[in-house]
């Protein structure tokens, strides 16, 4: 449906040219404010109370605001709840100037934090519009067509690529879509009604907690991502979302079957397989934020499996690792084939899988869990008969961390290098090699046993015969110097050159990849590239939402 033009902004633009030039950008943040109901809302840095000078003013610190920032600074529910908090605070800030606002996270009352620094705008949008209705979008697209203001959209802030910031821009917040529904008999718009899925549809801004306890009390499941303020709809579906259960129901892509979405042609679209087709697999793994703001997402969900679960942990010597993750790696074909999803690190599991018996799980694990036991360590395979019951015992407590300045990078592991000694040894001997630079975080978490239709979404292919998104992380402080940063960058980058030198046509994942990954198109999409690069332009055609990077004051380094 085609949004129209908006009044207060059309009569700006019709303004004398001298008048326009002269307070554009003023007049225009007053006009949309109107026309988005006063919804637009001016941001500045969340640890502001604690500091003494913004922008090189002098400001008077607040110290009972700046108690709430401290004590909320590491809490994922605090900062998801406002919209100039990031779960990473790095991309509040411009790295490569050190312009920040931030706190010493490891201690957040530590007074260095405002001693040493001013506090700054940094990467942080200095407006936003709390999005309510697909009118809100438009009015967004109107104005960063008249001034050149880019346009940033942001739901949750859990994004380890730095999207849903940018230094100078418009953000659209989307946190405070939060209906959302299910359906025995949901049916596609303008499909048949022989096309009918068992269906949940959520709003922009729920995260996957909310989803899962509605999910719950409705007796079904959902299939989603593994901390309780990703966003259902967001960066998550459209990259890809994987899953502990995807292995076996798919990924988030995978099990999409609707959009409604504002594309910046001005048009209020709903995507699916019967219209707009096009823009429905693109979305199916193009990336968030590219093609438009999407307004809710409708997905299919599950009957409640009744799931074996393993959690294992021993403390990690310099002795122990290396057996712990030869046992892992030998494993992992076998384990894939019986359907384990889950979190692997040098010293613990955490499992799931919907197709073995609690005799069988144990069967399959004998060799992991006697080995744990051996160091000292603890197992409990078990079967829970929820995948809340799962979450809320195991994920809620033990998710990231937040408020960090973590660096991501990883690379899916073909199945092909598991079915071989030498591919297995080449694996083996990289985790080891890593281990003195970062842990391994192995997400096993591929569609490996979906049966997948060939085609049908845009991520890149090689998703569908891997067993490992294998990632990890690189960090820097708050305090850290420039270089500093450029070598923790630096460091990702060559650990990620080890892994992509043994599955060299292979690829990664988008939300979780280098934020210099090269030759990303290959890395992120593959063969699906030149075709989503031409949807793009056929729904952008002006370049409205341009998010390489999203613009940002990011260090470089010697092989960006």
Same mark, same amino acid.
């Given at each position: ?292 703001? %999407?307004?809710?997402?409708? @997905?299919? *969900?599950?009957?409640?499996? &009744?799931?074996? $679960?393993?959690? =294992? ?81 195991? %994920?809620?407590?033990?998710? @990231?961390? *937040?408020?960090?300045?973590? &660096?991501?990078? $990883?690379?899916? =592991? ?81 650990? %990620? ?64």
């Amino acid at each position: 449906m085609a949004l129209g033009h908006f009044t207060f902004l059309s009569a700006f633009l019709a303004l004398s040219t001298a008048c326009v030039r002269a307070n554009l950008v003023s007049d225009l943040l007053w006009g949309l404010n109107v026309t988005v109901g006063g919804r637009l809302s001016e941001a500045k840095p969340v640890a502001l109370p604690c500091f003494h000078y913004y922008e090189g003013q002098a400001v008077q610190r607040n110290d009972g605001e700046c108690a709430q920032v401290e004590a909320g600074y590491t809490s994922p529910t605090y900062r998801v709840s406002r919209f100039n908090d990031y779960m990473m605070s790095h991309w509040e800030t411009c790295q490569s100037t050190s312009e920040q606002c931030v706190l010493d996270s490891s201690n957040p009352s530590n007074p260095q934090a405002w001693q040493e620094f001013n506090c700054s705008q940094g990467s942080i949008a200095p407006h936003y519009i709390d999005v309510r209705y697909p009118t809100d979008v438009l009015a967004a697209y109107t104005f960063s067509a008249a001034t050149g203001t880019p346009l940033v959209i942001k739901n949750t802030g859990h994004d380890y690529k730095g999207r849903s910031s940018q230094k100078g821009a418009l953000a659209l917040w989307t946190h405070n879509l939060q209906s959302i529904s299910w359906s025995k008999t949901f049916v596609p718009q303008g499909c048949p009604k022989s096309k009918q899925y068992a269906a949940m549809t959520t709003g922009a801004g729920v995260g996957w907690q909310t989803a899962y306890e509605y999910a719950d009390a409705n007796n079904f499941t959902v299939i989603g991502g593994y901390h309780q303020t990703v966003g259902v709809s967001g960066g998550w579906v459209m990259g890809g979302g994987h899953s502990i259960l995807t292995p076996v129901y798919g990924l988030g892509v995978d099990r999409v079957v609707q959009f409604k979405i504002v594309t910046p042609d001005g048009i209020y679209r709903t995507a699916n397989e019967c219209q707009n087709t096009d823009l429905f697999w693109a979305l199916r793994g193009g990336g968030g934020g590219t093609f438009g703001v %999407v307004m809710e997402t409708t @997905s299919i *969900v599950e009957p409640h499996p &009744l799931f074996s $679960s393993a959690s =294992m942990k021993f403390t990690a010597t310099a002795n122990n690792t290396q057996g712990w993750l030869s046992i892992v790696v030998n494993s992992t074909y076998k384990w894939g084939t019986e359907g384990w999803g889950g979190h692997i690190g040098p010293s613990n599991l955490i499992n799931v899988t919907p197709l073995l018996t609690l005799d069988e799980a144990k069967d399959s694990l004998k060799e992991a869990s006697d080995y744990v036991t051996s160091q000292g360590g603890t197992v409990v395979i078990e079967t829970l008969p929820s995948w809340w019951a799962f979450f809320s015992k195991y %994920v809620i407590s033990a998710q @990231s961390a *937040v408020g960090q300045d973590y &660096l991501l990078g $990883s690379r899916l =592991m073909p199945s092909a290098l598991f079915q071989s000694d030498d591919g297995k040894q080449k694996i083996l001997d990289a985790l080891v090699d890593m281990l003195p630079v970062a842990n391994p975080y192995i997400v096993v978490g591929t569609p490996f046993l979906y049966n997948e239709t060939a085609g049908a979404t845009s991520v890149n292919p090689v998703w569908y015969d891997s067993l490992w998104h294998l990632s990890f992380h690189t960090a820097f402080e708050f305090d850290s110097t420039l270089e500093e940063k450029k070598a923790a960058y630096q460091a990702g980058n060559d650990i %990620v050159k080890t892994f992509r030198a043994i599955a060299p046509d292979s690829g990664a994942y988008m939300n979780e990849g280098l934020v210099y990954e090269p030759d990303y198109q290959q890395s992120y999409w593959g063969s699906n590239y030149d075709r989503l690069l031409s949807i793009k332009k056929k729904y952008d055609p002006f370049g409205i939402l341009d998010c390489w990077q999203c613009g940002k004051c990011i260090v470089t380094y010697a092989e960006a």
